[in-house]
């Protein structure tokens, strides 16, 4: 199991001057973290820390993988593949072995910036 780690994206009733994050320059707020998942612009950086703490125990903190128990594919090739809609997807309902986040919208947006920034953009080839 992984801890679940306490990061600075505050919730929206809290104002950025309170963020316990270190990183507190950084804003994770989105103005309407309720809207859809693929109109909330996500920021990578906000989406990193959320990566490790919720999608890192199966899938390596860097995406790449991991062995064992609960295992998860390298993403490297997967992201590419894959059209925003279907990553979202994913996100919410989950797939296969692979449980929905059940992360809020605004933090799976986060989460799908980072995805884009670290292993690239759909590659329109379909899969
Ligand atoms: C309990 C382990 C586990 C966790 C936690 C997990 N995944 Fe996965 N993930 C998997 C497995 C297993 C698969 C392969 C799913 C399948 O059978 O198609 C997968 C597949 C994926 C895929 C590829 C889907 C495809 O069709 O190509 C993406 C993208 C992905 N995960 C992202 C994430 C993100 C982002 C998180 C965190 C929010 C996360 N995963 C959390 C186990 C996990």
Redesign the pocket.
């Known amino acids: 199991m992984?801890t679940l780690l306490l990061f600075g994206c505050p919730g929206p009733s809290d104002s950025a001057s309170d963020s316990p994050s270190p990183d507190s320059a950084l804003s994770c707020e989105v103005e309407a973290p309720d809207a859809g998942v693929l109109d909330i612009e996500g920021v990578a950086a906000c989406g990193q820390p959320?990566?490790e703490a919720?999608?890192?125990?199966?899938?390596g903190d860097d995406?790449r993988g991991t062995t064992g128990a609960?295992?998860?594919?390298d993403?490297s090739?997967?992201?590419p593949?894959?059209t925003d809609e279907?990553?979202a997807y994913?996100?919410l309902a989950?797939?296969?072995?692979?449980?929905a986040?059940?992360?809020s919208n605004d933090?799976?947006a986060h989460?799908?910036a980072?995805?884009r920034a670290t292993f690239g953009d759909y590659d329109g080839q379909g899969?």
Do not use: K
């Not at 989950?94 to 449980?99: A, E, S």
């Open positions: 992984w959320i990566f919720y999608c890192g125990g199966c899938h995406g609960e295992s998860g594919p993403l090739g997967h992201v593949a894959h279907e990553l994913v996100l989950g797939q296969g072995d692979m449980p986040s059940g992360l933090r799976n989460v799908l980072w995805l899969h």
